[in-house]
């Protein structure tokens, strides 16, 4: 990760390098994911672009394949983190975004919540 992408005072960006420990999922060149150190749901996740970008507000078509490499990981790390096949199981995919939007990390992750009901939230 060069020096660009990486924000010295962003939690995640210190989960990514590892600074901070986190209960990994899954982790490639490009992305990250990890559990939800607050889980909603049986199955709560989080994932994340390696690289610092503060929301899905700062999303432009430059992260075109960073973006499909993402929601297409989604539905297999779901499947392997316990989530109930479609269409009966399923999971819901949540990206806070904003203050109004509810982001409390301003490094743009993706929730990914599943497993049998009720949840605790959501
Ligand atoms: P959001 O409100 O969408 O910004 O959600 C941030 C999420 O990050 C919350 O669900 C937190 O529980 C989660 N979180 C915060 N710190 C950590 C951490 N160190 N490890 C794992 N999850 C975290
Ligand atoms: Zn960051």
Redesign the pocket.
Known sequence: MSAAEHDPNC??CK?VAKQ?P??LVYEDAQVYA???????APV?F?LIPKAHIPSLAQVTPAHGDLMGHVMALIPRLALQEGCNPYPDGGYRV???TGTEG?????HL?F?IMGGPRPWLRG
């Open positions: 939690i995640f989960i901070i986190s209960r990890f559990h939800d150190i607050n889980p909603w709560h989080l949540v990206t806070n509810g982001q409390e990390v301003r992750h929730h």
